[in-house]
């Protein structure tokens, strides 16, 4: 009797102990994936490619940091149960891919499944959880994205805590990335097992759509922010709603892409790069380099924006900054293009979440345009644009003047 309640002991102290690295994504996680463009046709030569690009292209001094491959690099287990790497795609294998990426300066990222079989029916790490996540510490992995087909009697806390634990024991600190699509509300349980949780079905590179395949959905730009908006009181440093990863540059208009890339930005979203950065135009490029947007996305204080106000389909969007700043978002969701006005003087924008309140009447900011960098006057000035149809205008707000004391 005294032994069972010693062990009871120790695994209840064990499980009070057990925690994700809580050291990591302070800031959403931005890098790059194999799936978005080459889906299972990837290889060790693309991934070399990827790495070579976003280490010379300015996207490493950007932020990007990843380079995660996903699905289809897995091969057979050998007979002890260690997974092996594709022979024909990975043939120099994995550790010396991950040396390569590390030698760029970047991170390396690899994707499993909580069943037997990954969603390309891959092998996956169901009973194997503990033996996959020593194999990626020892090839120097740094990122996990861990999907959920498959799941035939698992519960989602329980198969995600398992490899939480596993990655943990490991000892290698890794980004976990939870990838089920939203079905249990991640939002709800995840904040101490993961960093990152999906929030929807697959992203497809389509502005303003839904394809529902019965058993798997994929959803376009302006779905998923929606989709968002009531989540945001979940996100922050540590733990992030994700939205999927980007499409810029995978067909959609530039204006599409430009909208895209700044709704990510002030969702707090993770930016995971999704296209072929060794071909890409120099305006995909730039949206992706815009660091005025991405200093929104990796602003300290962690905090999703939210909607403000909608008129017409065009919806304006805050986020609070760290220092008092705000950016704020005009997303015109017609494809027509449409005027847009703003009295800030007219205007009550308050976040109770972040106890934030911008005070248009008691303290004047400047305004910086985010895609033209040019200023745009002050909060003193009624805001006039156009927005061309699926376009945004972003602006940070910061403030010039503080409120006058009370007498
Ligand atoms: C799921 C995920 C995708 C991708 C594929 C790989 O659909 O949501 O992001 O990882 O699996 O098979």
């Known amino acids: 009797?005294?032994?069972?309640?010693?062990?009871?002991?120790?695994?209840?102290?064990?499980?009070?102990?057990?925690?994700?690295?809580?050291?990591?994504?302070?800031?959403?996680?931005?890098?790059w994936n194999s799936w978005n463009k080459?889906?299972?046709?990837?290889?060790?030569?693309?991934?070399?490619?990827?790495?070579?690009?976003?280490?010379?292209?300015?996207?490493?001094?950007?932020?990007?940091?990843y380079i995660n491959i996903d699905d289809c690099w897995q091969g057979a287990r050998d007979a002890q149960g260690f997974i092996q790497p594709d022979p024909v795609k990975f043939p120099s294998g994995m550790k010396a891919l991950a040396d390569y990426v590390h030698a760029r300066g970047l991170k390396f990222g690899i994707y499993s499944?909580?069943?037997?079989?990954?969603?390309?029916?891959?092998?996956?790490s169901r009973g194997h959880e503990f033996q996959d996540a020593a194999t990626y510490a020892q090839w120097g992995v740094d990122y996990l994205k861990y999907d959920w087909c498959n799941h035939e009697g698992l519960t989602a806390p329980g198969a995600y805590t398992t490899m939480r634990d596993a990655l943990l024991a490991a000892g290698r600190p890794v980004v976990?990335?939870?990838?089920?699509?939203?079905?249990?509300?991640?939002?709800?349980?995840?904040q101490d097992v993961g960093h990152l949780w999906r929030t929807t079905g697959d992203i497809f590179p389509v502005f303003d759509a839904v394809a529902d395949h019965k058993t798997w959905m994929q959803c376009g730009v302006l779905p998923i922010v929606d989709r968002e908006k009531p989540l945001r009181?979940?996100?922050g440093p540590g733990h992030w709603n994700d939205p999927d990863m980007l499409e810029v540059g995978n067909g959609m208009s530039e204006s599409e892409d430009r909208t895209h890339f700044s709704m990510w930005c002030m969702l707090a979203a993770p930016l995971i790069s999704g296209n072929d950065l060794a071909h890409m135009s120099r305006a995909t490029l730039q949206i992706l380099n815009n660091q005025d947007a991405i200093a929104v996305d990796q602003d300290?204080?962690?905090?999703?924006?939210?909607?403000?106000?909608?008129?017409?389909?065009?919806?304006?969007?805050?986020?609070?900054?760290?220092?008092?700043?705000?950016?704020?978002?005009v997303l015109n969701r017609n494809p027509q293009a449409k005027a847009f006005?703003?009295?800030?003087?007219?205007?009550?924008?308050?976040d109770p979440l972040a106890r934030r309140d911008a005070n248009f009447a008691g303290s004047t900011y400047s305004v910086k345009n985010l895609w033209t960098a040019a200023p745009a006057g002050t909060t003193r000035e009624k805001l006039s644009v156009e927005i061309p149809g699926h376009d945004v205008v972003m602006l940070r707000l910061q403030k010039v003047e503080a409120a006058a004391p009370p007498r």
């Not at 030569?45 to 292209?57: G, L, P, Q, S, V």
């Not at 990335?177 to 349980?189: D, F, I, K, M, Y």
Request: glycine share 10%; charged share 15%; proline share 4%.
């Open 1 to 31: 009797m005294k032994r069972i309640l010693a062990l009871i002991f120790c695994l209840a102290v064990s499980s009070a102990l057990a925690q994700k690295f809580t050291e990591l994504a302070l800031t959403p996680p931005m890098g």
């Open 38 to 65: 080459f889906a299972c046709e990837v290889n060790e030569d693309i991934i070399r490619a990827m790495a070579d690009a976003m280490a010379t292209n300015g996207m490493k001094e950007a932020g990007y940091q």
């Open 113 to 124: 499944d909580v069943g037997y079989l990954t969603c390309g029916g891959r092998s996956a």
């Open 176 to 190: 976990f990335s939870l990838c089920e699509a939203g079905h249990s509300q991640p939002w709800l349980w995840a």
């Open 233 to 235: 009181g979940a996100a």
């Open 300 to 329: 300290a204080l962690g905090i999703q924006g939210f909607p403000y106000a909608t008129n017409a389909n065009v919806e304006v969007w805050f986020k609070p900054l760290a220092g008092g700043d705000w950016a704020m978002c």
């Open 341 to 350: 006005s703003f009295d800030w003087q007219k205007e009550a924008v308050l």
